[in-house]
């Protein structure tokens, strides 16, 4: 299962923000313990290094949780601590070393601060028009065409806002672009911003001697993909370097795909790196005699209902009607590079 931002949404500043409300998420989890077993990221790792898959309970279950926000000390962790149970959590480090807010999120509260998602549209192809021609790119009805198109669970403005923001354009021009909507519409202290959004060490160490999980999201939540296997290598002994700061195990960890992103040579430096699982953004339930172990896909909290006392849905039956070998995933069938 993957989960993102977990918060009392009425309560928050950004009520528009995509999050799972918290009583939501505590309704999810008494669903996921009445059928399915939890497992640790001790558990996964040890039968990954051994490929005893069969080590495993029937139905079992791992929780994870990306990016690193604060709301999985304060709203996630008594949860999972009151029902027993441990998850896994990837934070980029920079985020939890620098306090610096993260493009992604950038993109995620600009998009929560205003209602009206043409204005954001609109205030693009200015900054486009402003600033692009010294950069070479087309305007923005050419972006527009191209991007415009809804998602499983975004319209078309969203969506072209994410990819426009995210991988299409430079990344000098992004950065122009989106640090004048962030400015303009969430606010021009990033570092306030950060240390209000993100875990801190503190309260990494007590969730991990509590029994949580931490593994690596990278460093700087780059696009890994996009990356020279030079580069590659930097972000990954970075990250590997805030592991072993925070006291996470290195002889066998998990490493969480920014993005989901990853390609063949990501792949194998992971093997090299005594990396033992690879957690994608693909759809499905994990089949791990079948799956690659460095490229699992995962369900997300729109995938499971939201009571305790809800039926099994068809991911749950799906899961129990073929035991430990489920059908297998979209993004399964052996290893293939994706981006």
Known sequence: MMYHYVRDLKRSRYPEIKALETEDFREQIAYIKKHYTVISGADLLAAAAARAWDALPPMAALLTFDDGYRDHFTDVFPILRDAGITGCFFPPARCVLERRVLDVNRIHFVLAAVPNKRLLVDRIFTMLEAHGPRFGTPGGEYYWSKLAVPSRYDGPEVVFIKRMLQRELPPPLTRLILDGLFAEFVT??????GDELYLNEAQIACMRDAGMYFGSHGYDHYWLDRLSPTDQEREIDASLGFLRRIGSPLDGWIMCYPHGAYNDALVALLSRSACRVGLTTGVGIADLDCDHP??????????????????????????????????????????????
Do not use: C, H, I, M
Request: aromatic share 6%; proline share 10%; glycine share 4%.
């Open 188 to 193: 021009a202290d990033d570092v306030a911003f």
């Open 294 to 339: 460095l490229t699992l896909p995962r369900l997300n909290a729109n995938d499971l209902p939201k009571r305790g006392t809800a039926s099994p849905n068809d991911w749950t039956l799906r899961a129990r009607a073929n035991g430990r070998r489920p059908e297998a995933s979209a993004s399964a069938l052996p290893y293939a590079a994706k981006s």
